[in-house]
């Protein structure tokens, strides 16, 4: 089935075809079956399928966060389920930080999370807050993955 589906892998939050969250992309699934989207998943072999689930049962994941000075923090993301050690770049969880210091009134407006380092997948994530709206932004680099 996936042979007829063309996936491309790019890998986000990085500028290293090593580094950052590797993602499988297919740009025209509206017409695949739940099982052909669960092959291509499968295919893919990255974490789509585990996090459909954690988001199925209501699970969460847990950042842990170290602060190298104001403006770049370190972090990591393990998922407590499903036998999945940590992913290499959360764009998600840095907004959720974002917001975090700006509740609390702590860091500066604009900083930089390292994430995916202990795992061999090192990855950059920028993360601005705006004052007038209150909304974090996160953004990186993304690079074709080099397939073998």
């Given amino acids: 089935m996936t042979n007829t589906v063309e996936i491309l892998r790019y890998t986000a939050f990085t500028h290293d075809p090593e580094g950052g969250n590797p993602a499988g992309i297919v740009l025209d699934a509206a017409g695949l079956s739940d099982q052909e989207m669960l092959a291509v998943a499968a295919e893919v072999g990255y974490y789509e399928r585990l996090k459909a689930l954690m988001i199925r049962e209501d699970w969460t ?4 966060f170290w602060q190298e000075n104001d403006e770049r923090f370190h ?3 393990p998922f407590p ?3 999945v050690v940590e992913d290499p770049a959360t764009g998600a969880a840095a907004a959720a930080f974002g917001g975090y210091l700006r509740t ?3 860091g500066s407006s604009e900083f930089t999370v390292i994430q995916g380092v202990a ?3 090192p990855s950059t994530l920028k993360v601005s807050i705006a004052s007038a709206d209150g909304r974090s932004r996160v953004s ?3 690079v074709a993955m080099e397939i073998v």
């Fill in 61 to 64: 994941t847990v950042n842990l």
């Fill in 81 to 83: 389920v499903g036998g």
């Fill in 140 to 142: 990186g680099g993304a």
């Fill in 75 to 77: 972090t990591r993301n």
């Fill in 119 to 121: 795992m061999g997948r």
């Fill in 104 to 106: 609390i009134g702590s």
